[in-house]
């Protein structure tokens, strides 16, 4: 029998039903927490009373937000960030994928350049010297720090290449036979048809950008070029309780100030989530297209 | 020149100064108000330092450079105009000192470390900069950092010394092979002893009297868990606070162990060697006790996953009797908890004992930084005419212009100047000093000759008892007659335990006591949550096995030459 016409019965249905809506209050309660502490008064959110609806309703953590020029400046480097990274990391993944996904006697120096770019992801040469060339090529304390350093992903360029491989080179040789060369090869048939993929990718490499903290923290040498969550880091960290003096009672006032955390936590968190709606359809699909039948 | 008190910096629990706005607007309007500077503008350069009795050191001419690093916090705001770069502090070391402080980068605290490591690995070595002790030696092997030895001798002027003299053992944590290698960045070291807090209104709720002993302690302990203190009807109250981390400043527990005689994560001397305070069978009747306590439901069932800010929200909502923390917690935790409650008074007490003998608080030298400049930098005595400038004119200053220039204005708390500089070195003694002028003042009625700082800690007393604002409980609690700073003046004499081991790091411990640590963390959680005792003498065994052996000897080669 075909389970897809299959029809569950009332009770499994419920179960299931039942199973994935708890699921989903599972991913979708510490969003609402989260919510609820920013709109709440922070004596409320400091003595653990406000769980999924504010208490004490107040806008003052996202009036601290605004006045904040910090948080304003690191947001718009973020953004350039994305804006600017996501279109570099996708022209680059797709320029490299292309030739990688070309059979051995059309490219014989396809393995060698494979395992080029493989060894990167199995081999690192650690945080110094990392350091060091970023440091050498002049990019430290620059915007380009963030965008040049990790510009080919190649775990992204091994699923897009995967992907061009799965289609049938019958389409290739019959635009060849219209006069087609590599470039109009490439886009003119290969990206239109590989459209899932490229859409997961792109998801992959702007959710990626907007996350990563850690560059920014090593690689820029003022506060204000942080993009924003190198700035949220700095904010919601913990300090050590062995190590805490009465000099870091700032920092711990501003630490226990779980409202405006909130705040800023929940405003960080909008931009991206924007972005899945339009490419999460193609999210599965792209996965499964790419590595799977690769 | 005698100005032999250590002197607090004034704005530094920046609560306490909106707090003392607080009191006094509400409940001395107007009389008693300052006028409040235009703390907005950036003050005009050339006539700042006009009036002023600025002691200066010789004047490079013409200006050197000198590139540094350091950190800036998230919480910390220029005044309009300034930044890191540009602030009253670069432009003393140029206009005063003739020196052009240049910051190559500029990080968040918590990521100082890594970054500096970064950049010395990398050989971008700036010419004056802050290192930890592990950091300390490692550079000093490596030939990266000058010997300040003759240095310090020629220039450090008296008043610098008599700040690096006032902790014993300062100078000594930088001193390696001999030689100074670093301006160690000195505080209060008394200021991390435990003391007990309690909720005072609860104790005279149920009419329990103070904690004199650990028998007195435990008994409090079940009674605010069993006798419902909050009045709510509900048995949801707790002992005693603890962390996942077991130690800290917030609901630490080695004030606990102290208590037993138990002193875990320090060094102290038994017969002329060094033991180590976690595996000593002192350790053994504390741990019993936690576990009893655990058992019948005193201790947050959950404290094995609570880190400080769970723990913080505990005390916030008033469920939890009793905490050991330092002299500063009202101002942080427990302030939280009167906002919440307005009756709720955290009470300060000496840690009892279990016994006869007087217990003692453990503390540690509050050193864990130094000055350093790179090894072939020309101008090495510039640091120590930048930390005489601190010391001569700024730490121990009376005078309340100075103070506002260079490390805030009262009226705006929240612009704390010094985080501008890494030069800032407190008088050792400063926490009980100022305590103990704000007593004496209380207990004549009289504020004059105080200076601004204790003034206003004096005032939020005073408003505390005459008009009785119920907030100004943290300054009672800490500086007032029955507060946590007058028992810190018991534990700088018999009543403390200080920690015999201070400075760089030897090898075995650099490498292996962090895994020890957490061993000690996970049995000392384990066997409060009800493993039997025996994991206490495992751990033990396993402590010396797995390097405790070597780190002892070298402890104590060290403590032969340190003695």
């Not at chain 1, 048939?189 to 998801?203: E, Q």
């Not at chain 2, 050989?123 to 092997?141: C, K, R, T, W």
Request: charged content about 20%; aromatic content about 12%.
């Amino acid at each position: 029998m075909n389970p897809r016409i299959y029809k569950l019965p009332f009770f499994e249905n419920l179960l299931n039903l039942t199973v994935l809506a708890l699921l989903a209050a599972l991913c979708l309660f510490p969003i609402l927490h989260i919510l609820a502490l920013s709109f709440s008064s922070a004596a409320a959110a400091a003595s653990g009373r406000v769980a999924v609806w504010p208490v004490e309703f107040t806008l003052q953590s996202y009036q601290f937000v605004l006045d904040n020029p910090a948080f304003g400046k690191s947001f718009i480097i973020s953004l350039l960030r994305v804006l600017v990274g996501t279109p570099v990391n996708m022209i680059l993944t797709i320029l490299v994928a292309y030739p990688l996904s070309r059979p051995r006697d059309k490219f014989r120096a396809r393995d060698f350049f494979a395992w080029f770019f493989i060894i990167t992801v199995l081999f690192s040469g650690g945080l110094i010297p990392w350091y060091m060339v970023i440091r050498q090529t002049g990019l430290i304390d620059k915007f380009w720090a963030l965008i040049l350093p990790g510009a080919v992903p190649v775990f992204n360029v091994i699923l897009l290449a995967n992907s061009f491989r799965t289609i049938p080179k019958e389409l290739e040789e019959a635009a060849a036979m219209d006069g087609a060369g590599h470039w109009t090869v490439l886009f003119k048939v290969l990206l239109p048809l590989s459209l899932p993929v490229l859409a997961t990718v792109t998801l992959f490499v702007a959710v990626a950008h907007w996350n990563s903290w850690f560059d920014g923290l090593i690689l820029m040498n003022s506060p204000d070029k942080y993009p924003l969550q190198s700035y949220l880091q700095t904010v919601v960290v913990n300090p050590d309780p062995r190590m805490l003096t009465e000099r870091d009672l700032d920092l711990l006032k501003i630490i226990s100030n779980r409202t405006t955390r909130a705040a800023q936590i929940f405003i960080a968190m909008i931009p991206i989530l924007m972005v899945y709606p339009f490419l999460q359809r193609y999210f599965t699909s792209g996965i499964k297209l790419g590595s799977v039948k690769g | 020149m005698k100005q032999n008190t250590g002197k607090r910096c004034p704005s530094r629990p920046a609560i306490l100064f909106l707090l003392a706005a607080l009191i006094l607007a509400s409940c001395a309007p107007k009389a008693a108000e300052p006028t409040p500077q235009p703390s907005g503008a950036a003050a005009p350069a050339g006539d700042v330092y006009a009036g002023l009795n600025l002691i200066v050191p010789n004047k490079y001419d013409p200006p050197i450079d000198m590139t540094s690093v350091t950190t800036v916090n998230a919480t910390v705001k220029f005044l309009n105009g300034d930044d890191i770069h540009n602030n009253i502090w670069t432009r003393t070391y140029r206009d005063v000192l003739g020196i052009n402080l240049k910051y190559q980068w500029v990080v968040d605290g918590s990521m100082y470390e890594q970054k500096l490591g970064l950049s010395v690995n990398s050989g971008e070595i700036p010419d004056m900069f802050v290192v930890g002790p592990s950091q300390l030696l490692a550079y000093q092997e490596a030939g990266l950092l000058a010997d300040l030895t003759s240095i310090y001798a020629a220039e450090a002027s008296k008043n610098t010394r008599f700040i690096l003299d006032q902790d014993p053992v300062a100078l000594k944590s930088a001193t390696i092979n001999g030689k100074l290698w670093g301006i160690p960045l000195t505080d209060g070291s008394v200021t991390s002893a435990s003391v007990l807090w309690v909720r005072q209104d609860w104790l005279d709720k149920l009419n329990i009297p103070a904690p004199k002993t650990m028998a007195d302690v435990l008994e409090i302990s079940r009674r605010f868990t069993e006798d419902d203190p909050d009045g709510n009807g509900v048995d949801d109250t707790i002992g005693l606070a603890a962390t996942k981390g077991i130690w800290g400043a917030i609901a630490g527990l080695q004030g606990f162990f102290n208590g037993y005689h138990a002193y875990p994560g320090i060094w102290f001397d038994q017969g002329g060697k060094l033991v180590y305070g976690s595996v000593q069978p002192e350790m053994r009747s504390a741990l019993l006790a936690l576990q009893d306590m655990y058992a019948k439901g005193q201790l947050d069932r959950e404290f094995g996953v609570k880190d400080i800010n769970q723990v913080t929200e505990t005390i916030a909502k008033g469920k939890c009797g009793m905490e050991f923390g330092v002299w500063w917690n009202p101002y942080h935790p427990l302030n939280l908890s009167q906002q919440n409650d307005p009756e709720a008074y955290w009470a300060a007490y000496p840690i009892p004992s279990i016994d006869d003998t007087p217990a003692r608080s453990q503390y540690s030298s509050a050193i864990g930084s130094f000055l350093v400049v790179r090894a072939g930098y020309e101008h090495p005595e510039a640091l120590i005419r930048m930390v005489n400038f601190w010391t001569d004119n700024i730490v121990l200053t009376q005078d309340d212009n100075i103070r506002r220039i260079f490390l805030g204005d009262i009226n705006a708390p929240d612009v704390v100047l010094y985080k501008y500089t890494p030069v800032v070195l407190w008088a050792p003694n400063g926490t009980i000093e100022t305590g103990r002028k704000v007593r004496e003042a209380l207990a004549k009625h009289d504020p004059s000759g105080l200076d601004l700082d204790a003034q206003w800690r004096y005032r939020i007393i005073q408003a505390y008892f005459e008009q009785g604002v119920k907030e100004a409980w943290v300054e009672v609690a800490t500086n007032g007659p029955n507060g946590s700073v007058p028992i810190l003046e018991g534990v700088l004499g018999d009543r403390g335990m200080f920690n015999r081991f201070y400075g760089t790091p030897t090898p075995a411990m650099a490498a292996k006591m962090p895994t020890l640590e957490t061993m000690e963390a996970e049995m000392i959680t384990k066997v409060i949550m009800g493993e039997p005792i025996e994991k206490f003498d495992q751990f033990v065994e396993e402590w010396y096995r797995l390097g405790g052996t070597e780190i002892v000897d070298e402890v104590n080669l060290w403590y032969s030459k340190n003695k």
